[in-house]
């Protein structure tokens, strides 16, 4: 080749040269050392990139001899590294705890938060209220935006009621579905309590349906995903025991009238004062007592190259403050996880067992101490009816008046047992002929045996009227079965990381139970109750984060239901959400006071099957109850009930669903804002049938209701400096409800919220374009002063005629507002933390006031023996002669904020050990404008609820 052509050449292929590519290849760990399955491997400024294997080995292509490469993992910090002529580069990533903190449940699955679509929350256990908690839902009362958490009453071992957004079903069951380590719990026997709360390491909220609808069938009222705590691999052996002890009293007693005030009473009213006692005897006092709680938690945890254990033992003791009523509970958790296969394969195997003792005291004390007559002894003189004084006639103890309170307390004894075991384990096998590819399969029984008895003292006032004994046993099963596929895949020349679900599930229900009581003082075996359920559901999802800019999200679901008929026993259910990460912007990035936003957007549909009633749809005769049974000359036979049948679906909500999440100042201040419109259509009621049959009524598809609201929180860091921190979180929720059609009852109104006072009697009214909550009351008329008038109503309709056809829909008990505020502040070794919680907008009807507080009521005329009863101090403001149950006047403002939880602790560091001390107060103050004795009354009918309580709580832990 002559000298020119080869300096031709030269110059040609010199440009090649400069730019060379070369194949770059190698392998990335994770920081404990095993194989880092899909990091992302790439040359920075381009799109040219890979994702590792399961051995966490890459090949990269097209490498120019200049470049830089780009290591990321999620959960890890992102390393770059200049080629300078490498073939082979090798890293071990550092963890990112900051990044860490980022990943988040969904359903089936998790994510990164920042590519989280739809409306979701998760509170970690840093974040949970203090103090002896008993329920788990306690842990986040007041926490979350959307989510109400209503204690049910002060009854030991009583959870809380717990409502993402409001409730969309009428019929069927309100209650979230709660997941639990991945196994979906069984809605109609849903409890809380035999998980101990220092197990949990968190909640995730699901809200909206673009969410849940993967869950389909059960996924109407929201998902809440609960996380137990797991030891980690190649961690140190942990020992950790507290103690905690609470004294607790009952916040307030109804406001009645004392002794004093009784006999001026009678006197004024120009009544023989020879029928009163000579006592001056406080009832609600004698009934109450200081409760007291103790609790203990010991765990152990170790973790190894490819094993890790947790096991966890929890005892709880509690004496209630109403007189022998009492919980007890002890639990044994251990939580296994092993690695095989050079961690392809993960078994991880939880265990949560539970044994439960609650002793029920006979809660007719609580309204037996409003009315009872406080000049009455407490005791009388014969040592009948157990020394207790009762009212009697000629024939024993007078049967329309009411019972000793303490006689009530202490002539019974009633218990119930109860045992749980609830086991899982989920096996998650990364398939090597795929990269990105993971199969998980769960398998879990949730199973709760139960035994129960009640006896009643046959000498006593109460046990003299005979009925005096029952016992009852059983056992509800819950077996799961479930897997998916998980595929994970970065589309190189779309910049789109792809995310695909495909999965099944089965779900067996079984419930038996078993019960003899007496009838005329003997005892009788009642029918065997059984009732078995199954649900079935395929569902899938796919996950798109494009250019880390735009994320689209949709899932799809198919669910059969053994309730429903072949014809309506199969339904599909999907969700669809987008998000838009302009955090990523160079609007964001440049904007000096941005550090995140992103536009959330979604739809869904989801389900309903859970009703009270597992074959509804079919003609079924029910039988009675041995005390319902008819007499035919000198047999007494116990009848068969015809239940209608109706060719029931599934009732369905469509869910809409837009948010917001900034965040400034490198999110020293964040926030969210989440606007939902929610329609529930085909409601599952149970109501009549028409005429023409033997049957009450039975399960129908009758109605529709609809709900929207606005979501928002917001928190801040107010001082973030190396020895000091304060945080403070806030949140508040605007929502409505409404019924838009009652076609199943002809568009009628459904009287509902049954009262005391009376026989049949309610307050509340389902009607078509009225808060499910609504009360139906007569309009009350006052005097010149604001005094009621006693008996005198608006005659709304003008027909000159005061009945039934007067009553309107007047407020409601379902507060327009909620809200929370909680405050972490911590300096060194010392933090202080509170928690306030509100509502506003509802109203309580005070049924303790409408059925004591007349002249009526104090001055019985249905008795042999002439009898006072006593009143809450509202009869001196009225002076009804009667009860006035309907009235208007007894429906009042029940807004209230409440300073739920306050906690003070310090941190003793040691050597060998680290000691927590810690005190707390719960439930210390009320500001509220309400009569009654609470205005947190659930469903708004306040008639003599077990009183909450107040409590102060010490505790002390160790971590060696």
């Given at each position: 080749m002559n000298q020119k052509l080869q300096t031709v050449l030269l110059l040609i292929l010199l440009p090649f040269f400069a730019f060379a590519q070369s194949v770059i290849t190698g392998t990335v760990l994770e920081s404990n050392g095993l194989p880092a399955l899909g990091a992302t491997v790439s040359v920075k400024g381009t799109s040219n990139g890979t994702s590792t294997d399961f051995d966490g080995k890459y090949t990269l292509n097209n490498v120019p001899s200049d470049a830089v490469i780009v290591f990321s993992f999620i959960g890890y910090m992102t390393q770059e590294i200049p080629l300078n002529g490498q073939t082979s580069i090798n890293i071990t990533l550092a963890e990112n705890p900051s990044e860490l903190d980022t990943i988040v449940l969904i359903g089936y699955g998790s994510t990164k938060k920042a590519n989280v679509t739809a409306a979701q929350t998760t509170v970690k256990a840093e974040e949970f209220n203090k103090g002896a908690i008993t329920s788990p839902g306690q842990l986040i009362s007041g926490k979350v935006a959307g989510v109400q958490v209503t204690a049910a009453s002060g009854r030991p071992g009583d959870g809380p009621v717990i409502r993402v957004r409001p409730g969309s079903t009428l019929g069927g069951n309100q209650d979230a579905l709660y997941v639990v380590d991945g196994v979906p719990l069984d809605q109609r026997n849903a409890s809380l309590n035999t998980i101990n709360p220092a197990d949990i390491?968190?909640?995730?909220?699901?809200?909206?349906?673009?969410?849940?609808?993967?869950?389909?069938?059960?996924?109407?009222?929201?998902?809440?995903?609960?996380?137990?705590?797991?030891?980690?691999?190649?961690?140190?052996?942990?020992?950790?025991?507290?103690?905690?002890?609470?004294?607790?009293?009952?916040?307030?007693?109804?406001?009645?009238?004392?002794?004093?005030?009784?006999?001026?009473?009678?006197?004024?009213?120009?009544?023989?004062?020879?029928?009163?006692?000579?006592?001056?005897?406080?009832?609600?006092?004698?009934?109450?007592?200081?409760?007291?709680?103790?609790?203990?938690?010991?765990?152990?945890?170790?973790?190894?190259?490819?094993?890790?254990?947790?096991?966890?033992?929890?005892?709880?003791?509690?004496?209630?403050?109403?007189?022998?009523?009492?919980?007890?509970?002890?639990?044994?958790?251990?939580?296994?996880?092993?690695?095989?296969?050079?961690?392809?394969?993960?078994?991880?195997?939880?265990?949560q067992l539970a044994q439960e003792e609650l002793r029920r005291a006979d809660e007719g004390a609580v309204g037996a101490a409003v009315v009872f007559d406080p000049t009455q002894s407490i005791f009388n003189n014969t040592g009948e009816f157990g020394g207790f004084f009762e009212y009697t006639n000629s024939t024993g103890p007078e049967g329309n008046a009411p019972r000793n309170p303490l006689g009530l307390l202490n002539s019974l004894d009633s218990q119930l047992d109860n045992k749980q075991a609830r086991l899982n384990l989920n096996a998650a096998y990364n398939i090597r002929q795929v990269p990105g590819l993971k199969f998980t399969g769960n398998a879990g029984i949730d199973y709760n045996e139960f035994d129960e008895y009640t006896i009643r003292d046959f000498n006593s006032g109460a046990g003299a009227r005979g009925n005096n004994r029952s016992f009852g046993e059983g056992f509800r099963r819950n077996q799961l079965l479930d897997g998916r596929f998980e595929y994970k895949r970065t589309l190189e020349s779309l910049d789109t990381d792809m995310?695909?679900?495909?999965?099944?599930?089965?779900?067996?229900?079984?419930?038996?139970?078993?019960?003899?009581?007496?009838?005329?003082?003997?005892?009788?075996?009642?029918?065997?109750?059984?009732?078995?359920?199954?649900?079935?559901?395929?569902?899938?999802?796919?996950?798109?984060?494009?250019?880390?800019?735009?994320?689209?999200?949709?899932?799809?679901?198919?669910?059969?239901?053994?309730?429903?008929?072949?014809?309506?026993?199969?339904?599909?259910?999907?969700?669809?959400?987008?998000?838009?990460?302009?955090?990523?912007?160079?609007?964001?990035?440049?904007?000096?006071?941005?550090?995140?936003?992103?536009?959330?957007?979604g739809f869904g549909?989801?389900?309903?099957?859970?009703?009270?009633?597992?074959?509804?749809?079919?003609?079924?005769?029910?039988?009675?109850?041995?005390?319902?049974?008819?007499?035919?000359?000198?047999?007494?036979?116990?009848?068969?009930?015809?239940?209608?049948?109706?060719?029931?679906?599934?009732?369905?909500?469509?869910?809409?669903?837009?948010?917001?999440?900034?965040?400034?100042?490198?999110?020293?201040?964040?926030?969210?804002?989440?606007?939902?419109?929610?329609?529930?259509?085909?409601?599952?009621?149970?109501?009549?049938?028409?005429?023409?049959?033997?049957?009450?009524g039975s399960f129908q598809n009758a109605g529709s209701t609809l709900s929207r609201g606005i979501e928002t929180s917001i928190s801040g860091k107010i001082i973030q400096t190396e020895n000091m921190n304060w945080t403070l979180s806030a949140n508040a929720t605007v929502q409505e409800?409404?019924?838009?059609?009652?076609?199943?009852?002809?568009?009628?109104?459904?009287?509902?919220?049954?009262?005391?006072?009376?026989?049949?009697?309610?307050?509340?009214?389902?009607?078509?374009?009225?808060?499910?909550?609504?009360?139906?009351?007569?309009?009350?008329?006052?005097?010149?002063?604001?005094?009621?008038?006693?008996?005198?109503?608006?005659?709304?309709?003008?027909?000159?005629?005061?009945?039934?056809?007067?009553?309107?829909?007047?407020?409601?008990?379902?507060?327009?507002?909620?809200?929370?505020?909680?405050s972490n502040f911590n300096y060194k070794n010392l933090d202080f933390s509170f928690t306030f919680r509100g509502a506003a907008g509802g109203y309580n009807y005070n049924n303790v006031d409408s059925n004591s507080a007349s002249y009526g009521s104090i001055f019985p005329t249905n008795t042999q023996t002439p009898i006072y009863v006593n009143s809450t101090v509202d009869i001196l403001n009225t002076n009804f002669s009667q009860q006035r149950l309907q009235s208007d006047y007894y429906i009042q403002k029940a807004d209230f904020i409440k300073l739920d939880n306050v906690s003070l602790g310090y941190n003793f560091p040691g050597e060998n050990v680290d000691i927590r001390a810690s005190i707390t107060g719960t439930n210390l103050l009320t500001i509220t404008d309400y009569d009654g004795t609470d205005p947190e009354v659930f469903g708004g009918i306040d008639n003599n609820l077990f009183p909450r309580n107040r409590g102060l709580i010490f505790g002390l832990g160790f971590k060696f």
């Open positions: 390491e968190s909640f995730t909220i699901l809200k909206d349906a673009s969410a849940t609808a993967i869950y389909g069938n059960r996924a109407s009222n929201g998902v809440v995903l609960i996380t137990t705590k797991k030891a980690k691999l190649n961690s140190d052996l942990k020992i950790g025991y507290d103690v905690q002890f609470a004294v607790n009293q009952v916040q307030d007693y109804a406001h009645v009238l004392n002794a004093d005030e009784f006999r001026q009473l009678v006197v004024d009213q120009g009544r023989d004062p020879a029928v009163l006692g000579d006592a001056n005897t406080d009832w609600q006092n004698e009934i109450y007592q200081n409760g007291t709680r103790a609790i203990h938690n010991l765990t152990v945890e170790k973790g190894y190259e490819a094993t890790s254990i947790r096991a966890s033992l929890g005892y709880t003791n509690e004496n209630g403050t109403l007189l022998r009523s009492g919980y007890e509970r002890a639990t044994l958790g251990l939580n296994v996880r092993q690695n095989f296969l050079k961690g392809d394969l993960k078994l991880n195997f939880t265990s995310d695909l679900t495909l999965g099944g599930s089965f779900q067996d229900f079984t419930r038996q139970s078993t019960s003899r009581s007496t009838v005329n003082n003997e005892l009788q075996e009642n029918p065997i109750a059984i009732d078995d359920s199954a649900l079935v559901t395929a569902f899938a999802r796919a996950s798109f984060d494009i250019k880390d800019l735009v994320v689209l999200s949709a899932s799809a679901s198919r669910n059969g239901s053994s309730r429903f008929s072949e014809e309506n026993r199969w339904a599909n259910f999907y969700g669809a959400s987008a998000a838009i990460k302009l955090t990523n912007t160079d609007f964001v990035q440049n904007s000096g006071f941005l550090s995140q936003l992103k536009l959330r957007g549909q989801t389900g309903q099957q859970d009703i009270d009633a597992s074959f509804a749809y079919l003609s079924v005769f029910t039988p009675g109850q041995p005390q319902a049974a008819v007499q035919f000359g000198d047999q007494f036979v116990t009848t068969i009930r015809p239940e209608g049948s109706i060719d029931l679906k599934w009732e369905t909500t469509d869910q809409w669903n837009a948010g917001i999440d900034i965040g400034f100042f490198d999110d020293r201040i964040t926030g969210s804002v989440d606007g939902f419109y929610r329609e529930t259509k085909d409601l599952l009621l149970f109501g009549p049938l028409p005429a023409g049959g033997l049957e009450n409800i409404e019924i838009t059609d009652l076609a199943g009852a002809d568009n009628a109104p459904v009287p509902v919220g049954g009262i005391s006072g009376g026989t049949g009697n309610t307050i509340q009214e389902w009607a078509v374009g009225s808060d499910p909550t609504s009360f139906h009351v007569f309009r009350q008329v006052y005097d010149q002063d604001g005094n009621p008038l006693d008996g005198v109503y608006v005659d709304t309709n003008g027909d000159n005629i005061i009945n039934d056809a007067d009553r309107v829909r007047y407020k409601k008990a379902n507060h327009d507002v909620y809200f929370g505020l909680t």
